[in-house]
């Protein structure tokens, strides 16, 4: 895939993004911008998709659900798109319900308890529509791979076939980077936090949302790597 096509994807994020941020420093403002990014990845896939799958066709579908239990890497603008959506919802109270058991599990503890994401139901992702970028990127050519890799297997050579393809997991991180250049354009934090704690935080603390869409640092306990690193 070309450099300018995820030069393009960049781009295209961060302006949709700003448009939305224009609106001020409110939390829908800044939910408003992370899916904006996320269409704009959803429209660079889909443009780049059939080209991908020529090589080899996307085994992913509904049902299909080895990747939904493990740690997720997200920018504190999808944390407020998720919690926005949820509110008032069973799905905010489900939340509630199983973080205590998700929460004291570091990546390698979570994969090895085979513990799913609160979100999964057996016909999918309950947030599918705000789902994280990072999950809209992580595509597989093979459902027996994606199962080994949740069941343990790690020591498997490489594959020339290469079952995850790079090409969306490239655009997720150019729209990421869009996103997170907007927000910090705006005086806004684009570290990177894990899902389940920054989510955690928002249903803890009532003012977090609009502390962080006004600048403020509320997820310092989420984060994946340090301030001021690259998304």
Known sequence: MAQSTMQAALLAARFRAEDALA?????AAVAAAARAAHTMFDRAWGNERAD????????CKAGCNWCCHQHVAILGAEALAIHEHIAGTPLETRLRARLPDLLGLDAEQRRAARMPCPFLEPTGCAIYAVRPNRCRAVHSRDAAYCQRRYEGVRDEPVDPTRPIPIEPVSLGDATLAGLGQALNA????????ELLLALAILQENPEAAADYASGGDPFAAARLVPPGAKV
């Open 186 to 193: 705006r005086g806004v934090g684009a570290e990177t936090l």
């Open 23 to 27: 609106a001020g420093h409110s939390p």
């Open 52 to 59: 991908v799958e020529a090589e080899g066709a996307i085994a």
